[in-house]
């Protein structure tokens, strides 16, 4: 919504299709490679 009324670079990041895991939250972030250096090699990139 904000990017259509203040047009700005957008960079889609989520959970990829895959099959959940039960795991503790850090093994998660980085199995879904959702952790804090996962974002910023992804942001630098783009």
Not at 5 to 15: D, F, H, S, V
Not at 24 to 40: H, M
């Amino acid at each position: 919504m904000l990017t259509e009324k203040y047009p700005a670079k957008l960079i889609r990041m989520g959970i990829k299709d895959r099959f959940g895991k039960s795991a503790s939250a850090k093994e998660l972030l980085k199995y879904f490679e959702l952790t804090s250096e996962n974002i910023i090699k992804i942001v630098k990139n783009n």
